[in-house]
């Protein structure tokens, strides 16, 4: 076939189809089709291959995670941890460390524990008041975001809304399953 012909076979074809259409009959039909798109990903898909890949999705940090040492930046809790922790620091993984006082802002993370291979949510707080203390610093970037996205960015020193914006150490809080 040469390509004149194909040229007039298509444009017969769409001579054809606009005679026997009207403009509202192809909108209506785009819009089905706009409504009908958003049913597409609850169709069933293969949940034992996603399972098999669920392992190979995982995150270099918490493949290698841990859940006895918490002073460790390896610690489970700590996948997207910037600085001190405050477990090294006199304080523990959840509290401040005496004459420093905890950010009312955190940014977050989602961390996989291995014991039980579920992702929870983790609040990080920075505690504010005194001078950094400087032991276990720790900079995991496991799914951080930039900047645009201040929530999840743990390169923001958040020691907003306190009477000191002096940075000491950091908390990891766990705040439950994620969704």
């Not at 001579?15 to 192809?26: K, Q, V």
């Not at 995982?58 to 941890?81: E, L, P, V």
């Not at 993984?93 to 950010?103: Q, V």
Request: with cysteine; glycine share 8%.
């Amino acid at each position: 076939m040469s390509r004149f012909d194909l040229d007039s076979s298509c444009e017969r074809l769409l001579r054809r189809y606009a005679g026997r259409t009207s403009r509202r009959t192809l909108i209506s039909r785009i819009g089905a089709a706009l409504v009908a798109a958003p049913v597409f990903p609850l169709l069933p898909y293969d949940r034992a291959y996603a399972k098999d890949r669920s392992e190979q999705a995982r995150t270099r940090f918490a493949r290698n995670a841990q859940t006895s040492d918490d002073t460790k930046c390896d610690y489970w809790r700590y996948c997207a941890i910037d600085g001190s922790l405050c477990t090294c620091c006199g304080g523990g993984i959840h509290t401040c460390p005496a004459g420093t006082e905890p950010s009312p802002t955190t940014w977050v993370g989602t961390c996989i524990n291995p014991d039980d291979n579920r992702a929870y949510l983790i609040a990080y707080r920075d505690c504010c008041g005194t001078a950094a203390c400087g032991q276990c610093g720790c900079d995991n970037t496991d799914r951080e975001t930039e900047t645009y996205r201040p929530q999840t960015n743990n390169d923001i020193i958040w020691c907003f809304g306190v009477s000191s914006q002096e940075y000491h150490c950091s908390t990891a809080v766990l705040i439950g399953e994620a969704q």
